[in-house]
């Protein structure tokens, strides 16, 4: 639905159908040009009028206009590769902002659920204080957390909206667009596993990666262009044939022009696609460090993410969880701690949300990696075909 609605993906759609346009009538002869000249002699002669028609005809000789026409199909294949760049920025853009709202979503839960279990607390612990059983400082701390919680259920209940409409955004639909969103895998797929040193990566990231596409695009744009200026220095030849009478005899006359380039010779626009040229291969070096310490990054990213999503999952909830349990036992057999167990849930509720804030940012790590290094070989970016 991205791909198809997307507001910014449509606009880019259009904008290539310019260089289509522009390829399709490009590279075309110069139109001729006629002529009709009419003299009359002011002097008394038997014939005073002489009227002269005349054709005139630019005929390229440089090989310069397929160079032009290589060069615009160029130029619309690399608007086409910018719309694949865009495409696939797009598409990882919505699994970004759907892995935010899916942790968004799972966090909620813990924090309603947490809320649910101080909620039922309170109003016994508040029984307790009024019996003299437990302090009410203590008691207060109960009403207390409950109170925080509903701040931060406010809280989280914005940051999902939030991300529900920049969702809808990105599919091209409306706010007020009712959809039942579900929620995505926090896994972090198999990009994980990718080694940013290793040459597979590097080779996957010359051969795929969007943005390093483009910038090859431009470079064979930029040397096309370079060809074109080399080849304007030989001009068009100038034909042209002319018919008339001159002193009531008929006669024909044919013109032959071509400039010579040894003063201005288009050697400006000769150096100036040089130097673009110049500049478009520095583009693709630079897109390419700039993919690979990209990748660097997510990766450090991701494997921080990493351990810790293990020391979480392994540690931190088994042992917040093993806290809760038997504080609620010891509470269940009648000797009431009631610091251990706001402790125990507190503790339960922050190890929940902070596996699910580790394994969101794993998931957009991996996410990053992915949009750097592009699709797999043979899977196509979008519906730009």
Do not use: C
Request: charge should be negative; aromatic fraction near 6%; glycine fraction near 6%.
């Amino acid at each position: 639905m991205a791909l198809y609605f997307n507001a910014t993906l449509r606009r880019a759609r259009r904008e290539a159908g310019i260089a289509l346009a522009a390829s399709e009538n490009g590279g075309l002869w110069t139109d001729p040009t006629v002529s009709l000249e009419f003299t009359r002699i002011l002097q008394t002669v038997s014939n005073p009028n002489e009227l002269f028609g005349g054709f005139n005809l630019s005929i390229p000789i440089s090989g310069r206009l397929e160079i032009e026409k290589a060069r615009l199909g160029l130029e619309h294949a690399t608007a086409l590769a910018d719309v694949a760049r865009l495409e696939w920025s797009t598409r990882m853009e919505l699994r970004r902002t759907w892995t935010q709202w899916t942790a968004l979503r799972r966090q909620l839960d813990a924090v309603l659920q947490f809320s649910g279990f101080v909620s039922g607390v309170v109003a016994v612990v508040d029984a307790m204080a009024t019996t003299g059983e437990v302090a009410r400082i203590e008691a207060r701390l109960f009403r207390l957390e409950q109170m925080s919680a509903s701040v931060e259920v406010q809280r989280l209940e914005a940051q999902r909206r939030q991300a529900e409409l920049s969702i809808m955004r990105l599919l091209g639909l409306p706010p007020s667009f009712i959809a039942r969103l579900e929620p995505s895998d926090l896994s972090p797929g198999s990009t994980a596993a990718l080694d940013p040193d290793s040459e597979a990566v590097q080779r996957r990231i010359l051969d795929s990666s969007p943005s390093l596409l483009v910038a090859k695009a431009e470079y064979e744009v930029a040397e096309l262009r370079l060809k074109e200026e080399v080849a304007r220095q030989l001009p068009d030849l100038q034909v042209s044939p002319n018919y008339g009478t001159q002193n009531a005899e008929r006669q024909f006359l044919l013109g032959l022009a071509i400039p010579l380039p040894i003063l201005n010779g288009n050697r400006q626009a000769i150096a100036e696609a040089f130097a673009a040229r110049e500049a478009a291969r520095v583009d693709i070096e630079l897109e390419l460090e700039t993919a690979i310490a990209a990748v660097a990054f997510r990766h450090s990213e991701l494997r921080a993410a990493s351990m810790q999503r293990e020391i979480f999952a392994r540690d931190l909830v088994p042992l917040a969880e093993l806290q809760y349990s038997e504080a609620r036992e010891v509470a269940r057999l009648g000797e009431v701690n009631t610091l251990a167990l706001l402790e125990g849930l507190k503790r339960r509720k922050e190890a929940q949300t902070g596996l699910i804030a580790a394994q969101r940012d794993e998931a957009i790590a991996a996410i990053g990696i992915e949009e750097v290094v592009g699709a797999p070989a043979g899977q196509v970016a979008g519906g730009t075909r």
